[in-house]
C-alpha cells in the first residue's frame, strides 16, 4: 500500500523571509506556471514590484504572503512555493486567496495541505467566513486541488481582454470547511 507522502513530511506557513526572495523570483518567472496562474506566459512581475516586495520582506512585513514550507525528514526544511491572501472585505468576511508551487512539488498533495493551512488561520484567527479565488477554465489540476479542499464554482466570467479565456470564481465557507478533514 502507497504511504502519503503527507504523513511522512509536514507542510507549513510562514512568512516570507530575505532568503526566501530568490526563490519567489524563480516561481514567478516559471512561464508556464504563469500560463496556469495568469492565461498569460508574461505574467512575471517588474524589477520595482520585485524591489518592492524585497524592501517588505526586509522590513518584515509583508501583509498576506506565506511561504510554504515543507519539512522533510531527510533534507529538512524546503521551501516549496507561496500562498496568499488579498483583498479583505471585512463588512462581507470575504477573502481572495492565491497558491503557487515550484514545479518539482506538484501533484504531492502539498496544495492541499497549505490550503487547509491558510483557511484555518483565515477562518479561526482572523475571524473571516469566506474565502474565493478565480482559476482559468483550462486549469484542471488547480479546479481538481479547489474541489478537494470543498471549494464550489460561485460563478463565471469572460476575460475583458482575451475572450477566449475563462475566469471560474470559486469560494468555501467557513460553515463548510468546519466539517472537512482537510
Ligand atoms: C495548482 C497547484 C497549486 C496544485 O498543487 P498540487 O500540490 O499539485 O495539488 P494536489 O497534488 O494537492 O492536487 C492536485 C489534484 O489534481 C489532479 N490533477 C492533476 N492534473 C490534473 C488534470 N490535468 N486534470 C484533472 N485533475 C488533475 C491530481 O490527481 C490531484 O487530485 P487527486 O489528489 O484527487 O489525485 C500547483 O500545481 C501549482 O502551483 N501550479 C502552478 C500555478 C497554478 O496553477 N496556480 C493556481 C492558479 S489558480
Known sequence: M???????????????????????????????????????????PS???????????????VPGWFTIMLWDEYIGDIRVGYIRYRNIDWKKKR???????????WGKGIGKSAIGELLAHLFYEKGLE????SVASF??????????????????????????LTWIIMGIHRSKFAKLVI
Open 95 to 105: 477573502v481572495e486567496i492565491a497558491i503557487r508551487l515550484g514545479r518539482k512539488y
Open 2 to 44: 502507497a504511504i502519503s507522502y503527507q504523513f511522512l513530511n509536514k507542510i507549513y506557513l510562514r512568512p516570507p523571509k530575505a532568503c526566501d526572495v530568490k526563490h519567489y523570483v524563480s516561481w514567478w518567472n516559471e512561464s508556464f506556471s504563469n500560463y496556469l496562474d495568469l492565461g498569460s506566459v508574461t505574467g512575471t
Open 139 to 164: 486549469n484542471q489540476r488547480a479546479i481538481r486541488l479547489y474541489e478537494k479542499c470543498g471549494f464550489t464554482e460561485l460563478n463565471r466570467k469572460m476575460d475583458p481582454t482575451k475572450p477566449e
Open 130 to 133: 469566506e474565502a474565493w479565488l
Open 47 to 61: 524589477k520595482s514590484a520585485v524591489s518592492e516586495f524585497t524592501r517588505q520582506v526586509q522590513d518584515g512585513y
